[in-house]
């Protein structure tokens, strides 16, 4: 995600990613250094971060 401009502060809480067509659940999820927990769906083949925070300025990797 990129760094978010402008002069409205952010109203969002929490930024959730889902990643669709996943084979398997990942075997790490992080943000940065930081392991962060997720969900993994084997029926949609689906795996979901949830961020906490209001930011625009992350990534998130995911290892199989």
């Known amino acids: 995600s990129q760094t978010a401009a402008g002069t409205y502060p952010t109203w969002w809480s929490e930024t959730r990613l889902v990643v669709h067509g996943v084979p398997s659940a990942p075997v790490t999820v992080k943000k940065g250094d930081a392991a962060v ?28």
């Open 37 to 64: 927990p997720f969900t993994y769906d084997a029926a949609g083949k689906a795996a979901t971060v949830t961020l906490a925070g209001g930011g625009a300025d992350w990534a998130v990797q995911l290892a199989w």
